[in-house]
């Protein structure tokens, strides 16, 4: 075991604080991993906040980890020391049902281990990357290209991949006319992933506030949502709607945006169910979808493609200690677009 300080929240209502925790030592087929950068994901703060049900505290978040390697086991060939890796939401799952096989680990029919909040397979609680070093199974680390910076690849580990996995899975290019509602973490990733598929990008979001980083993202097209001129003039417009809004919308004026055969993918998880009338849907043979972040190999795929195409997340990189105040501002919306702990700070 070994002892490193991480950042953790110990109720729904504290501050986040400093404090130390234990990493085990890597068995013959872990990846143990200095960490150098993790992202703040609006899912930390669901979690902390107790959003998604009482999480165990004390809860060390983050799942957009970039790190170097320090250690492998025995049985790890895939990776060596001093190797760029990374790691996302999982870090174990079950690898055996369907979902594991076909490389949809996310979707593990016997739970996936989730990187914080979760109980890993030896009984232990998982602790994210708001901490110096983590200690992962090889099949959930995955390679980061030299060419992509430590501080820029960590929030293509959950944002990047939230995107580009419903981008594959949905076939969108050059024919694509797709609309991303929102323009935050996960929306300016898929902004930019999609304009790097060939897409025409429009963004919908509340006003033009962010219209200009919009268009130089990629984004061909920029409209505001609260004129309701925009549903009329969009109406049966797009053939694939990415919702990155982690707040209730009215799902039936987004779909009639949608052209027949069109889909909406939910991907911003609000705390709320929403309502959606049959008709928005049955009208166009139109489809209300949703989407969980990867598997592990279309990880790997993301950011192979990211270095190969250049796209990298818009950060703020900060000191460990900004955390809280950092949580403040992505719940007021004020980050373009990703805040980026360096953990050497810790
Ligand atoms: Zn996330
Ligand atoms: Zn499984």
């Known amino acids: 075991m070994s002892t490193v300080s991480a950042y953790a929240a110990t109720s729904a209502t504290a501050p986040l604080t400093k404090t130390t925790i234990e990493r085990r030592e890597p068995g013959p087929h872990d990846v143990a991993i200095d960490i150098k950068f993790a992202g703040i994901c609006h899912s930390d703060i ?60 996310q979707y593990c029919k016997n739970g996936a281990t989730f990187t914080y909040n979760s109980t890993d397979k030896d009984g232990t609680p998982t602790y994210g990357g708001y901490s110096q070093a983590v200690v992962v199974n090889e099949n959930f680390v995955v390679r980061i290209p030299d060419s992509l910076p430590l501080d820029k690849a960590a929030p293509l580990l959950c944002a990047g991949i939230t995107l580009f996995s ?23 990733m898929g ?22 980083d919009g268009l130089r993202l990629g984004a061909s097209n920029y409209y505001a949502t609260a004129d309701p001129a925009t549903f009329k003039e969009l109406r049966s417009g797009f053939d694939l709607i990415l919702n990155t809004v982690s707040a209730n ?16 993918v939910e991907l911003g998880i609000p705390e709320h169910p929403m309502e959606v009338h049959a008709f928005a849907l049955a009208a166009a043979r139109r489809s209300l979808s949703g989407s969980n972040i990867g598997g592990i190999a279309e990880t790997q795929e993301m950011l192979d493609f990211c270095a190969e195409h250049d796209v990298t997340p818009e950060i703020e990189v900060i000191e460990a200690d900004y955390v809280n105040e950092a949580y403040e501002r992505v719940l007021a919306s004020d980050v373009r677009y990703r805040f980026v702990i360096d953990i050497s700070s810790l």
């Open 166 to 188: 419903p981008l594959r899975h949905w076939k969108a290019g050059q024919d694509t006319r797709l609309a991303v509602i929102g323009l935050g973490g996960l929306g300016h």
């Open 46 to 105: 669901h979690t902390v906040k107790a959003e998604w049900g009482v999480p165990n505290y004390p809860v060390v978040p983050g799942h957009e980890i970039a790190g170097v390697v320090t250690a492998v086991g025995a049985e790890v060939n895939k990776y060596k020391v001093g190797d760029h890796v990374g790691v996302g939401c999982m870090v174990n799952s079950c690898g055996v049902c369907s979902s594991c096989q076909a490389g949809l680990e």
């Open 191 to 212: 902004v930019k992933l999609g304009a790097a598929m060939g897409c025409e990008v429009s963004v919908l979001s509340q006003s033009l506030k962010k219209m200009e």
């Open 249 to 264: 919308l009215d799902l039936g004026q987004y779909m009639g945006l949608l052209d027949v055969d069109g889909t909406m």
